[in-house]
């Protein structure tokens, strides 16, 4: 009973190639030691070449007309190469401006993220930040360059934006309202910051005046997009677990003491099983999420699962790259070795898009409390 | 159960007057609103068996009798013939209901599939429909005193004779073996050879001469389990299942339908994650945050054991063979029962502990932690489970085995 059909088989061996030419662990460390975010050449080809980021926006806005089931297969394989990529800002950007669709604004965006030229960012915590009406430019006040009528003149932070540094567009997302911001533009400073997960980028993105343009949207946008990003999290998170269970069981096969693969110690057999036992679990969650996500199913139904798969993945996630660490030994302890990137991506990964707590919080509301 | 046997095919012979997938749905909605009764009602089987095991019996009589049993067996045998989604349309209508899953998985999920696999046509025509109609009841006779874990190493043994068999030795931790008509019995022939090749498999007629069946009390006090005796029981060849030697391969079979059954969790905790939620608001501890996250984690858990059980009987519906990978369900239904259990009983407080007889609900929590451990247990430990995992499903290098090769007779066993 699987959600996915040959086509997407096809897609994912596709994916699967490329990242495992142009994204290897070498590569993976260069990118993350040189001061790039992300690799710049393969974001190309991920994008414009394969159309990537264009897979779940609609034809008429330069995408190919598929939607989240498209999307989870990519995710799964970014999260298995730890790839550090601004793909799940961008496509969450793309979701949520197709929900929104309707004017010029999204229209010029969903184009250019479509053809991978734009990178955009999501915010969904908006609560700092102060909109009001831009003016005429000739009224009192204006400053040039500055927000005109039709804009919205924004003042405060977004804090720990994720993919900040990389993106050129930011989707503010609100309750009830949203609007994009130019990150190149005026009255914006974008404040990189040091984080525990080095594949991931980080910005506090602070607003002086900057202009930004309102979008029209539905009273559940916040909660649908909300849910999409921990769906399309949770994606990355089962791909990178399933990752570290293969690199683990490989080593675990390989590696010699007493005489004998270290595999074949039952304590070493049964922490794998532990690890496959949390990666399946969570991934029925994940799939069936996935599944809800793709099908437009009712907003409580898509939250509930959305926030279970948040917490399931999350959690196994964390479990698995830490057990990953202990089964490698002192070799699993390095700076070299990968383990540590796995687990800080899982560490980075649960608290992003709502944490375990908040998530269980809503969870044990969906069952009756 | 092999695919070209279970498809949804029609068979050579036979009219095809099979339902469309909303007529059936319908009907298992309709039968389930009129017969249905509530789940968690396992309690039942504690105060009268004997009550509950004919109330078992009639539930699949009716069941059988309205086209709702053996949904993807073979119409010769008397299964309907119908796909995997019609077992989920089935499973949909049941859900919420009592399905007797303590008296019939045993039968229908575990013993069936290995006769439709392994079983001659002649066995297949004479027990798979009286199983379907709840007119006979089935057990497992693997494990004996000797012989849990380490099943390939049990001892009961069968001699020919003539024609036949003749069996002697003990079974035990038998499950409703009291309630049974016949059994699928692993017997040792041939001593000789090392333990796995010297096994067969037979159906034993539990009412035959010889046979001596004694009721074990268990954890909870209820008495499902049993010690079954062997002394010279006479087992007709045509009871054989499969070939002399290749018990160990019906076995194996068996004990994965097992496993994928368990994950199904027809007879995982009597504790519902439905009914700790009401404990928990009729106790008014709704907004307690710990109550609410470990609440949630149940939830997750639940989800998980769940949706992944899903997984594995839309395989097994299909005709696949459940495999080894089903051992991940079994192992996440008994942490659920215990994870459920636990927070029942935590949130009932001093109610679990100690209650008043004449209400019924109080026992329910101290049950349900109670039965909770069985699930780790039965069908394989947990330790077997993830031994299983890790070496079929990941393919890691097996432990040293100093008995594999060694001759049963030369074995070291346990006293
Ligand atoms: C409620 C219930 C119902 C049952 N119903 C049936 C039934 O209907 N028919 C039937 O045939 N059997 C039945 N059983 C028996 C069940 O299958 C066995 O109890 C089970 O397989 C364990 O065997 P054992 O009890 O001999 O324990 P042992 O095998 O002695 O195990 C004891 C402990 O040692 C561990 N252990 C043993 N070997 C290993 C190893 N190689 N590696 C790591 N750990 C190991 C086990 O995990 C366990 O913790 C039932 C059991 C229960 C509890």
Request: hydrophobic letters at 45%; a negative charge.
């Amino acid at each position: 009973m699987t959600i996915y059909t040959e086509e997407h088989q096809e897609l994912r061996a596709t994916v699967r190639r490329l990242l495992e030419k142009s994204a290897d662990r070498a590569a993976v460390r260069a990118t993350i030691d040189g001061l790039d975010a992300y690799d710049q050449a393969l974001w190309a080809r991920m994008s414009a070449e394969l159309g990537l980021a264009g897979l779940a926006i609609a034809e008429s806005r330069g995408g190919s007309g598929f939607g989240v089931l498209e999307l989870s297969v990519v995710l799964e394989e970014i999260g298995r190469a730890n790839l550090p990529s601004p793909y799940l800002s961008t496509v969450l950007a793309g979701l949520a401006l197709t929900l929104a669709d309707a004017d010029d604004t999204t229209a010029r965006l969903l184009s250019g993220i479509a053809s991978g030229e734009r990178i955009a960012a999501v915010h969904l915590d908006t609560g700092d930040i102060r909109k009001s009406r831009g003016v005429e430019p000739s009224a009192a006040g204006h400053v040039p360059g500055g927000p005109i009528v039709g804009e919205q003149v924004l003042n405060g932070t977004a804090r720990h934006v994720l993919d900040g540094p990389t993106a050129d567009e930011l989707v503010l997302i609100g309750p009830g309202e949203g609007s994009v911001v130019d990150l190149g533009g005026d009255g914006v400073t974008v404040r990189r910051l040091a984080g525990i997960d080095l594949t991931r980028s980080h910005a506090h993105v602070t607003f002086d005046g900057a202009a930004a343009r309102p979008i029209t949207v539905g009273g559940d946008w916040k909660d649908r997009v909300a849910a999409l990003a921990a769906v399309l999290l949770a994606c990355e998170q089962i791909g990178g677990a399933e990752r570290v269970l293969e690199i683990s069981t490989c080593y675990a096969t390989d590696r010699i003491q007493f005489g004998r693969p270290i595999g074949s110690f039952q304590a070493v057999k049964h922490t794998l099983a532990d690890m496959l036992i949390e990666l399946e679990l969570a991934r029925a969650i994940q799939q069936d999420a996935v599944r809800l996500a793709a099908t437009g199913a009712p907003l409580a139904e898509l939250m509930a699962a959305a926030s279970t798969a948040k917490v399931a993945c999350s959690q196994a996630f964390v479990q698995l790259t830490s057990d990953m660490i202990r089964v490698h030994g002192g070799i699993g302890f390095t700076w070299e070795h990968e383990a540590h990137l796995y687990f800080r991506r899982a560490r980075a990964s649960a608290r992003l898009f709502g944490d375990v707590s908040a998530h269980s919080d809503r969870i044990a509301a969906h069952v009756g409390l | 159960m092999s695919g070209s046997d279970t498809g949804g095919r029609p068979e050579e012979g036979i009219v095809d007057d099979r339902p469309s997938l909303a007529v059936f749905g319908r009907t298992a909605d309709a039968w389930f609103a009129e017969h249905g009764r509530p789940a968690n009602m396992s309690l039942s089987r504690s105060l009268d068996p004997a009550a509950h095991v004919a109330a078992a019996r009639k539930y699949q009589r009716g069941l059988h009798d309205a086209g709702l049993a053996g949904i993807t067996w073979p119409r010769q045998y008397g299964g309907l013939g119908l796909g995997a989604e019609f077992q989920r349309a089935f499973e949909q209508a049941a859900r919420g209901h009592e399905t007797f899953g303590d008296v019939f998985t045993i039968g229908l999920g575990m013993c069936a599939p290995v006769l439709l696999a392994l079983g001659t046509d002649q066995q297949k025509r004479r027990y798979i429909r009286p199983m379907l109609r709840g007119d006979e009841v089935w057990c497992q006779l693997f494990s004996e005193p000797g012989a849990g874990s380490d099943l390939a190493s049990l001892a009961t043994a069968a001699v020919a004779d003539g024609d036949g068999w003749v069996v002697s030795g003990q079974k035990v931790w038998t499950t409703y073996a009291q309630h049974s008509d016949f059994g699928l019995l692993l017997a040792r022939t041939d001593a000789s050879v090392r333990k796995h090749l010297g096994i067969t498999m037979f159906v034993a007629d539990m009412r035959s001469a010889g046979i001596t069946i004694r009721p074990l009390r268990q954890a909870t006090g209820d008495q499902e389990f049993n010690e079954v005796f062997f002394d010279d029981v006479a087992i007709p060849a045509q009871n054989l299942v499969g070939a002399p030697g290749n018990g160990w391969r019906a076995a194996t079979l068996m004990l994965m339908n097992e496993r994928a059954a368990l994950a199904g969790g027809p007879i995982s905790s009597p504790v519902t994650l439905a009914a700790v939620t009401e404990l928990i608001r009729n106790r008014g501890r709704q907004d307690d945050p710990v109550i609410r996250m470990r609440l949630a984690q149940a939830y997750v858990a639940q989800r998980g054991a769940d949706l992944f059980a899903e997984r594995i009987a839309a395989q097994v519906a299909a005709g696949d063979e459940p495999g080894s990978f089903a051992s991940i369900g079994k192992l996440a239904a008994g942490r659920v029962a215990r994870q459920v259990a636990a927070l029942a009983l935590d949130v009932a407080g001093l109610d679990a502990i100690a209650w008043d007889p004449t209400e019924p609900d109080g026992s329910l929590w101290a049950y349900g932690e109670l039965y909770a451990p069985s699930l780790s247990i039965a069908g394989g430990t947990d330790n077997i489970q993830r031994t299983i995992l890790g070496e079929r499903v990941l393919g890691l290098p097996r432990e040293p085995q100093p008995d594999r090769d060694t001759p049963f007779r030369e074995l070291r066993r346990s006293p």
